[in-house]
């Protein structure tokens, strides 16, 4: 772990500028990071039976219980893992449509509920939720509790034996984008994160050196407070920070889609296949070269 003093992240759709600092905030008490995981299969929610996606639960004691459905391609073998973690607005039946558009492409894709309810905020109207009350309450971004809930997440999906367990990368939109980004600033052993709609103030362009895994990052030019982004999540911040990991010589791929806003990957259908297309692109890529996919 590397720990990076006074560095400040901002979660998307916040306003306020919050500490990194040795992951202080927001740690449930009793929670060891070296604690075990318990897995479990359970029932689907109501209506999202679906060929191919399995519900397990994911408990650790003294944290909660974590929920998440399991896309996996058909097939048989271990295949390169995808961890989606969702924004503010709260898990959603539009993540487990997004795993199980990854898995048609041969990627196993896991949605996952890191904490539960929603922030209420602008972007709520963008998605269906779905429940899942034993999960921590909602947390900042660069929280103990986020990386808890994220390492418990790693440990249960290493268990699978369909996931190829040094090819795990971390899919996050939104406050789940930023909570990748803060794990691959303190932490290695993910694969790559691709960053969607995140925010990006000028702690983390300054913080650019300290990254540990490639990324690729996806944004809109128009992202915006009014549609659930912040103004961390500006285009403008975005680019600085693409930017500044470039100047630092870490791998990073960006694209940036014209006029669209924080939550268009879930209202334009053809950005959502692009994004998408994209990430199994930069997966696949990533599997042949250690360099910056180009």
């Not at 909660?64 to 896309?71: K, Q």
């Not at 034993?134 to 929280?143: C, G, R």
């Not at 407070?225 to 911040?237: C, I, K, L, N, Q």
């Not at 630092?248 to 268009?264: D, L, V």
Request: with cysteine; glycine share 8%.
């Amino acid at each position: 772990m590397i720990l990076l003093g006074t560095l400040a992240l901002l979660a998307s759709g916040m306003a306020s500028v919050f500490p990194l600092a040795l992951w202080s905030a927001g740690a449930p008490s009793g929670v060891q990071s070296n604690s075990p995981v318990v897995i479990s299969k359970v029932e689907p929610p109501p209506g999202l039976e679906a060929p191919g996606v399995t519900w397990m639960s994911v408990t650790r004691p003294n944290f909660g219980t974590l929920r998440m459905a399991v896309a996996t391609p058909s097939g048989r073998g271990a295949f390169t893992t995808l961890v989606i973690l969702h924004g503010s607005h709260g898990f959603a039946r539009e993540y487990v449509q997004l795993a199980r558009a990854f898995a048609d492409r041969g990627i196993q894709a896991i949605a996952a509920c890191w904490f539960s309810g929603s922030s209420g905020g602008a972007g709520s109207r963008f998605v269906t939720p779905i429940d899942c009350p034993e999960a921590p309450p909602i947390a900042m971004a660069s929280s103990e509790q986020a990386r808890e809930s994220i390492d418990a997440l790693l440990k249960a999906v290493r268990q699978l034996a369909t996931t190829r367990a040094d090819r795990i990368a971390l899919f996050g939109h939104s406050r789940g984008g930023g909570a990748a980004l803060n794990y691959i600033l303190r932490q290695s052993g993910v694969y790559a994160a691709i960053l969607n709609s995140t925010g990006y103030p000028p702690a983390v362009t300054t913080a650019a050196a300290q990254v540990q895994a490639p990324i690729l990052l996806l944004h809109g030019t128009a992202d915006q407070p009014a549609d659930g982004g912040s103004p961390m999540t500006s285009v403008e911040m975005a680019r600085a920070f693409e930017a500044a990991v470039r100047k630092a010589g870490r791998p990073i791929q960006a694209h940036y889609y014209e006029a669209a806003r924080h939550n268009e990957i879930f209202t334009n259908e053809s950005q959502r296949m692009d994004e998408v297309q994209r990430t199994v692109r930069f997966l696949q890529q990533a599997d042949s070269t250690t360099e910056t996919p180009r």
